[in-house]
């Protein structure tokens, strides 16, 4: 499940497949409708009154603190609906998608700390503001601690007789990151690292360099994943640019992998990979972390361009002996026909001696 602002579901079959796999809420509210009807929502930060403009809501609390926050759930669609909220820890994917745990995993870190009401009930085109409160335990780690809460409608597909078939969840929410006060210790470790060289079977063009790599966010502090990578004359950073940094929350983990092309295989290639993850304050203030080098060689042995070498080598030397036994045998020629010029001049000669 990511987090926009709002989310129509269309209740048709296509649809919920494409649902079904985003979904994993604790029991939803029901609201039952006709194959044209459409469910739209959305969900915002909000104070008492209403939307305050935030995108996420943020807390740094002390063990043992409670705060009272609010959301803001807007029905979009044509009909009342009741919402089912929720609560759950959060959680980055691989492609940095903010996403909750599903309703058959426990949250047992900070979606564990919220307390809301279980549903709401919305009429059409209205809103309403949602209190929860956010207690922290005395006993919670110093630290980021990510959550969200969410809104969610059950849809139930009806097979062609009629019947109630399998139920598919929506839901839409907003992340809530707190950061339990105490000492910040952003960290993190590189590992797996590995490379390999695509060999281009022509040998007038480059091949490619891929490395990939794990990093673990060991700290307790979110991480923005960024660094660079320096090899066979050439630098890649990562993120590219235009891109956004992936998010690592405290144990989380992510792989990277970098593609080079246009690289030459020239024996051993050598480089460093340089990861320099940065860490914020809940107000923006950089936190120091220090970055992390790995030297890289990679073996890239240029077969296309030995084999030509090889093949022009021998034929070289197949022109080279060509001539060599081109001469030999002309130079034979030569001397057999010296040979028998001797020869005749020395018949010659006898004849006349004995005609005298």
Not at 52 to 79: K, T
Not at 174 to 201: D, H, M, S
Not at 214 to 228: E, F, M, P, S, Y
Request: aromatic share 6%.
């Amino acid at each position: 499940m990511t987090f926009p602002r709002s989310a129509p579901l269309a209740v048709c079959a296509a649809a919920l497949a494409a649902v079904l796999g985003a979904l994993g809420l604790p029991s939803a509210a029901h609201a039952d409708h006709a194959p044209s009807d459409a469910v739209s929502w959305s969900v915002s930060p909000a104070d008492e009154t209403g939307e305050d403009g935030r995108v996420s809501i943020q807390h740094e609390l002390d063990p043992g603190e409670s705060v009272e926050e609010h959301i803001i759930v807007r029905n979009l669609g044509a009909g009342d609906v009741v919402f089912s909220l929720s609560a759950a820890d959060g959680f980055y994917t691989a492609a940095g998608r903010f996403d909750m745990l599903p309703s058959d995993k426990e949250s047992t870190d900070s979606g564990s700390w919220i307390t809301i009401p279980e549903e709401v009930e919305i009429a059409a085109g209205g809103s309403a503001v949602v209190a929860f409160t956010i207690t922290v335990p005395d006993d919670a780690e110093p630290g980021d601690h990510a959550a969200g809460v969410a809104a969610s409608v059950l849809s139930v597909k009806k097979d062609e007789s009629g019947a109630a078939g399998v139920g598919v969840e929506s839901r839409v929410g907003v992340k809530v990151l707190t950061r339990v006060a105490g000492a910040l210790a952003p960290a993190f470790a590189v590992q797996n690292v590995q490379t390999g060289y695509r060999l281009n079977p022509n040998p007038f063009e480059a091949g490619g360099l891929t490395v990939s790599f794990d990093v673990q966010n060991t700290g307790n502090t979110r991480l923005d994943a960024v660094g660079t990578l320096d090899i066979a004359g050439q630098t890649v950073a990562f993120p590219a640019e235009g891109e956004h940094p992936q998010v690592l929350l405290p144990g989380e983990s992510r792989t990277f992998s970098l593609q080079l092309a246009e690289v030459w295989p020239l024996f051993l290639l050598g480089g460093d990979l340089k990861v320099a993850p940065t860490a914020a304050s809940l107000d923006g203030e950089k936190i120091a972390v220090e970055a992390s080098t790995t030297s890289l060689s990679v073996w890239a042995m240029p077969w296309p361009q030995l084999g030509l070498l090889v093949g022009a080598a021998l034929l070289v030397l197949a022109l080279l002996w060509n001539r060599i036994r081109s001469r030999r045998r002309v130079q034979a020629l030569i001397s057999e026909a010296v040979e028998r010029g001797r020869e005749e001049a020395l018949a010659g000669s006898t004849r006349e001696k004995v005609t005298g």
